[in-house]
Antibody
Framework: EVQLAESGGGLVQPGGSLRLSCVAS????????MNWVRQAPGKGLEWVSYLSSSGGTMYYADSVKGRVTISRDNVKNALYLQMNSVRAEDTAVYYCARPPHSGYSAYDGFDLWGQGTKVIVSS | SYELTQPPSVSVFSGQTASISCSGDELGRKHASWYQQKPGQSPVLVIY???KRPSGIPARFSGSNSGNTATLTISGTQVTDEADYYCQAWDTSPGNSYVFGTGTKVTVL
């Protein structure tokens, strides 16, 4: 079955670090452009980061730029989001998301989402 | 930064047509996607490239995009369509980023 499964969320203190993981099943992650999207409690969706299928291009939302790093492990077929210097406003459910087609797909939206992992930043 | 604005809420009687707007500068020059999200669930793609439906999405969902506004239309709205809906676009100016709309809560009466 084609699916994404996030993990790694939890309670972290302000200023701390956390690494989120997204393991892909049923398809090869490196063939797709991948993204992280988050949703704060009671709020809307916010795109966080993008990784190209080649692995050589990353984009970040201004709200996280300089504090998060997106990466991939082709052997483990997994996507990661390293979060550093976390803030209260980083509290959210974090989803990894995949477009419908491999290769360039900026206009195709995301048709595969994981169930999300919850990050709570609090002292 | 690029912004997409949606009405906070839309109400529609069961069986009638719901239209949800998404406004952004020259949005018609971009491709819009639309997502449905029910409470406690992950988003579901219902429209991509402004007008296309993924497989498995009912034909009552349709999209259009022109000028500064993209529109998601739900024809013959069903109670099961009650959800939050978000538009999305890929912005390349000044940087490269996806942008989500502010979201619209659709209530089926």
């Amino acid at each position: 079955e084609v699916q994404l499964a996030e993990s790694g969320g939890g309670l972290v203190q302000p200023g701390g670090s956390l690494r989120l993981s997204c393991v892909a099943s049923g398809f090869t992650l490196r063939s797709y452009e991948m993204n992280w999207v988050r949703q704060a409690p009671g709020k809307g969706l916010e795109w966080v980061s993008y990784l190209s299928s080649s692995g050589g291009t990353m984009y970040y939302a201004d709200s996280v730029k300089g504090r998060v790093t997106i990466s991939r492990d082709n052997v483990k077929n997994a996507l990661y989001l390293q979060m550093n210097s976390v803030r209260a406003e980083d509290t959210a459910v974090y989803y990894c998301a995949r477009p419908p087609h491999s290769g360039y797909s900026a206009y195709d939206g995301f048709d595969l989402w994981g169930q999300g992992t919850k990050v709570i930043v609090s002292s | 930064s690029y912004e997409l604005t949606q009405p906070p809420s839309v109400s529609v009687f069961s069986g009638q047509t719901a239209s949800i707007s998404c406004s952004g500068d020259e949005l018609g020059r971009k491709h819009a996607s639309w997502y449905q999200q029910k409470p406690g669930q992950s988003p579901v793609l219902v429209i991509y490239q402004s007008t296309k439906r993924p497989s498995g999405i009912p034909a009552r969902f349709s999209g259009s995009n022109s000028g500064n506004t993209a529109t998601l239309t739900i024809s013959g709205t069903q109670v099961t369509d009650e959800a939050d809906y978000y538009c999305q676009a890929w912005d390349t100016s000044p940087g490269n980023s996806y942008v989500f709309g502010t979201g619209t809560k659709v209530t089926v009466l």
